[in-house]
Structures are given as structure tokens and as C-alpha cells.
């Protein structure tokens, strides 16, 4: 279960402290779309051309991607709703493995562990990433997931959030009463904005790099007291950096000195991070978790800060997963077993919450159970 979202962040930064300038864009809304080029079909029959009085979706996801998983269910809606009248394909993209026989197998068994929520042709671009460089990169599109609706004449209608309007766009498509012309205007219009914001923060952009550089290196380097020194120098040219990398900084820091983190843990929650529960639930889950680098933890912070987190989010019940963790390793079986079984409980309930963390989740509740029968048996 990945819950540091500075790690994601830093997977940002490691893109933008090597980044140069953006790659010209290339494809625009209103051209004839790219080929479709497949390394694998892991689900439905193969399709091998676009137009010709078809409508096809082109959506490009990854098995990591969150966003994409929560969006999956939905183009299986979508998909049903249109059937027969436009084909969706789903393209898998970015999975950053080292050969394809590893990324077929990634795909195939998480296509069958959706099973029906992700009912619809289902593509793997491979490890060349020809679909991701024609069509993702050429439309300067750098997140997913994203969405392309091919019309009938094989032109490109519409580029977006699948969870973003794309059901009235396929509908208008089809019926035949989208205005590409106008979406084609709008698209070019937002895109020339787009370049000029990133014209006037290329100076900022760049020192911001300069800045990262450094941490990204440390890191790789896995010289973590130097990481720290990095990032706290680079705090003080740029604040917001030292905000994003807190919580890296406290995990470096877990490496060779867990007390000095532990206390650093503690004031982030009182100051920085006190009224943001995503980043409080990653201080806490990495505390906590199976394998944590704190060997000697501090069960009493933990548990308080899991439960600031607990109480801002409302009750959410992956951080209800981290505070039952919490009051595990603090002792209270008792209270962990309890709170473990309102969460799985209540992420159960959400038809769209990931089925592989609902299992995780499951897991512990199955770990907490027999732990407190143990108990009572002795």
C-alpha cells in the first residue's frame, strides 16, 4: 500500500530536476489521429484501425496510477452504455518495468483481478512506449489518466479526463451534434495559454531544478544525511520545497538517526503538516508499517499522530487502516481489531475503492482477530 505522497512527489522532482524543454507539440485536437500500434491485447478482440464511421476512446492508464483505477468502473459504464456505437481501449502505458514478458504479466493479472469493473478493450503499448510517444507525448499530455475521442472520420474530437466529461462528448460524437471545429478552437486557445504560463515561470522553474538536483542525487546515492542537509538548503531559498519535502526529509532521517526523526515526526504535526491529513497519515503509515526503519518506535506519538490524521479526514478508512496499525504496535489489540473492522466495513461499501488495498486491509483485520482470540485464550 503506497501512502507517502512525497514519494510520488519525488518522482516529479527527479523528472523536473532533469527535465529540459518540452518536446513541441504535435498532435492537436482536430487532427487525424496517431496509428494504433499494440505490443499485447490483454482483453477484447484487437482493434487495428480508427474512423472509417467509428467512434473509438483511446485511454491511456497505468497499474500504479490511482486516478486510473478509480476511473476504470466508469469506462466500463460508459462502455456498456455505448455499445455498438463506439469502441473503448484502454491503453496501458508507463509501467517502467524491464522487459515486456515482465509487463505482460503485470497487465494480464491486474486486468483479471478487476475481472468485470474493466469490461472493455484492454491494450499494453510495452516497454517502447510507441502508443505513449504518439499519442500522449505529441499532444503534450504528461498525466494519466487521459482520454482521446476518435470521430467517425478518424480526427481527433476531444482530449481530457475520463472522469471529466467525456460521457456527454462520446454522446454528442455519435449522435453526430459535437462541435469539433468549436472544441478544436477552445483546445488550441487553452493550449497557447498554457505556453505563455509556462514562458513567464521558466526562470522560477529552472532555479526550482537547480535546487532539487542536488536532493535527487543524495538520494540516489542513498546518502541520506547528505539528502537532509540538501533539502534544508534548498528550503531556505524556496520554502514551498521545504514543505513538499518534509516528510522525505523525515524518512531520511529514520535511516541513522530515529530518535532526532521521531522528534521531528512530532513538531511537523504541530506546525507544518498539522491541518493536512494525507501528509500526517504518510508520517504515521511509515512509522507503523511492516518493514518501517524505526526500530525503536515511539508507539505514543504514532497513535496521536494517526488520530489527528483520522479526525481530519473524516473518518476516511485507509487512514482508519493506519491508526488501527497504530494502536497495534502501541499494544491495544483491542482498539486496533475495533477500528480495523469500521474500516474495512466502510471501504467495502465503496464499489470504487481498490480491491487490492481493500485486501490488504482484510489482511490485518485477519492479524488483529487472532491476535486479541490469543489473547483471551490465554
Known amino acids: 500500500m503506497k501512502r507517502n505522497l512525497t514519494l510520488i512527489f519525488l518522482a ?11 518536446p513541441k507539440v504535435t498532435l492537436h485536437v482536430g487532427d487525424p489521429a496517431p496509428p494504433i500500434v499494440i505490443a499485447k491485447w490483454a482483453k477484447g478482440e484487437p482493434v487495428t484501425t480508427l474512423g472509417n464511421g467509428s467512434v473509438n476512446i483511446v485511454e491511456f492508464w497505468a497499474t500504479w496510477c490511482g486516478p486510473c483505477k478509480q476511473s476504470i468502473p466508469h469506462l466500463t459504464e460508459l462502455a456498456k452504455k455505448y455499445s455498438g456505437k463506439a469502441n473503448f481501449i484502454g491503453v496501458d ?21 478487476f475481472g468485470d469493473k474493466m ?8 516497454v517502447d512506449g510507441k502508443m505513449g510517444k504518439s499519442w500522449m507525448e505529441a499532444a503534450g499530455q504528461n498525466g494519466i489518466p487521459t482520454a482521446f475521442v476518435v470521430g467517425k472520420d478518424g480526427k481527433i474530437a476531444w482530449i481530457g479526463h475520463p472522469m471529466m466529461g467525456l460521457d456527454e462528448v462520446v454522446g454528442k460524437v455519435i449522435d453526430g451534434t459535437f462541435d469539433a471545429k468549436a472544441e478544436a478552437a477552445r483546445a488550441a486557445a487553452e493550449a497557447k495559454k498554457q505556453e505563455e504560463a509556462e514562458a513567464k515561470a521558466a526562470p522560477a522553474m529552472a532555479k526550482r531544478r537547480a535546487l532539487l538536483k542536488p536532493v535527487i542525487d543524495a538520494r540516489s546515492k542513498k546518502d541520506y544525511k547528505q539528502e537532509v542537509i540538501e533539502i534544508d538548503k534548498a528550503a531556505k531559498e524556496d520554502s514551498e520545497i521545504g514543505s513538499m519535502l518534509a516528510v522525505e526529509k523525515f524518512t531520511a532521517m529514520t535511516k541513522y538517526d530515529e530518535a532526532g526523526a521521531q522528534k521531528y515526526a512530532g513538531q511537523l504535526s504541530e506546525t507544518t503538516y498539522k491541518d493536512n491529513f494525507q501528509q500526517l497519515n504518510s508520517l504515521a503509515w511509515t512509522m507503523v508499517q511492516d518493514g518501517s526503519p524505526i526500530k525503536h518506535l515511539n508507539t505514543a506519538l504514532a497513535v496521536k499522530i494517526a488520530q489527528k490524521a483520522y479526525k481530519l479526514s473524516k473518518e476516511d478508512p485507509m487512514i482508519a487502516d493506519t491508526l488501527a496499525l ?3 504496535r502501541a499494544g491495544d489489540k483491542a482498539l486496533a481489531l475495533s477500528t480495523q473492522k469500521s474500516a474495512v466495513a466502510k471501504a467495502g461499501g465503496n464499489k470504487e475503492f481498490d480491491a487490492a488495498t481493500l485486501d490488504e486491509m482484510k489482511g490485518r483485520l485477519k492479524m488483529y482477530e487472532t491476535s486479541v482470540d490469543t489473547k483471551a485464550k490465554s
Not at 509501467?95 to 483481478?113: G, I, L, M, Q, R
Not at 469490461?119 to 510495452?126: L, P, T
Open 12 to 22: 516529479a522532482v527527479a523528472a523536473a530536476a532533469n527535465a529540459q524543454d518540452s
Open 93 to 113: 502505458s508507463y509501467e517502467h518495468v524491464p522487459d515486456a514478458t515482465a509487463c505482460y504479466s503485470k497487465v494480464e493479472k491486474f486486468v483479471t483481478d
Open 119 to 126: 469490461d472493455y478493450h484492454v491494450a499494453i503499448d510495452g
Open 326 to 328: 497504530a494502536y497495534y
